[in-house]
């Protein structure tokens, strides 16, 4: 999936003929399948060169880097699900209504088991489990108010292990 400028929010619109502008929000994300149908699974939203970054612009990557980071830190094999969603980062009132259907989902051949719901929706459609030791996940974030210009999705995939997450990328969340 690859959008930009109001097309990223909310996300999930498909791309279109609009030509991306220097300034835009530019989002993505992967989705690739390859050898043997392992999946790689990340996103990132950057901003088209040519025109520095707007403050809101500043603000959604900056909420989005701190929703991911904060929530691979608390991963460990052994925990549950319902205990990570209760830890998990608290996304800001103004986001709630567009954030991401889930924090993190399993990889592998695809997406995958588990699929973790936020606490205020776990009772919902949330199901307990535990994270174990080399599960791959990726822990997602979109940040975008309901009507607002732009949003923004990132998403890291990360090795399971018994002392913390270990992201599969070397790239930085933040790119501008």
Same mark, same amino acid.
């Given at each position: 999936?690859?959008?930009?400028?109001?097309?990223?929010?909310?996300?999930?619109?498909?791309?279109?003929?609009?030509?991306?502008?220097?300034?835009?929000?530019?989002?993505?994300?992967?989705?690739?399948?390859?050898?043997?149908?392992?999946?790689?699974?990340?996103?990132?939203?950057?901003?088209?060169?040519?025109?520095?970054?707007?403050?809101?612009? $500043?603000?959604?990557?900056?909420?989005?880097?701190?929703?991911?980071?904060?929530?691979?830190?608390?991963? !460990?094999?052994?925990?549950?699900?319902?205990?990570?969603?209760?830890?998990?980062?608290?996304?800001?009132? $103004?986001?709630?209504?567009? $954030?991401?259907?889930?924090?993190?989902?399993?990889?592998?051949?695809?997406?995958?088991?588990?699929?973790?719901?936020?606490?205020?929706?776990?009772?919902?459609?949330?199901?307990?489990?535990?994270?174990?030791?080399?599960?791959?996940?990726?822990?997602?974030?979109?940040?975008?108010?309901?009507?607002? !210009?732009?949003?923004? !999705?990132?998403?890291?995939?990360?090795?399971?292990?018994?002392?913390?997450?270990?992201?599969?990328? !070397?790239?930085?969340?933040?790119?501008?």
């Amino acid at each position: 999936m690859l959008t930009s400028g109001p097309r990223t929010n909310p996300w999930f619109q498909d791309a279109s003929n609009r030509v991306i502008e220097p300034g835009d929000v530019v989002a993505f994300d992967t989705d690739m399948v390859g050898p043997g149908g392992a999946l790689s699974d990340i996103s990132r939203t950057l901003v088209c060169p040519g025109k520095a970054p707007t403050g809101d612009q $500043r603000d959604l990557l900056g909420f989005a880097a701190d929703q991911i980071e904060y929530n691979v830190s608390l991963l !460990k094999a052994g925990m549950s699900f319902r205990e990570f969603a209760e830890l998990c980062w608290p996304v800001p009132e $103004r986001y709630v209504h567009n $954030r991401y259907m889930m924090m993190l989902h399993g990889v592998g051949l695809v997406d995958e088991y588990p699929s973790v719901a936020y606490a205020v929706d776990f009772d919902a459609w949330g199901y307990d489990g535990v994270l174990e030791e080399n599960m791959v996940v990726s822990v997602e974030s979109y940040i975008g108010e309901q009507g607002g !210009k732009e949003g923004v !999705k990132l998403e890291e995939q990360v090795l399971t292990t018994a002392n913390g997450a270990v992201p599969f990328s !070397k790239s930085a969340l933040l790119n501008f």
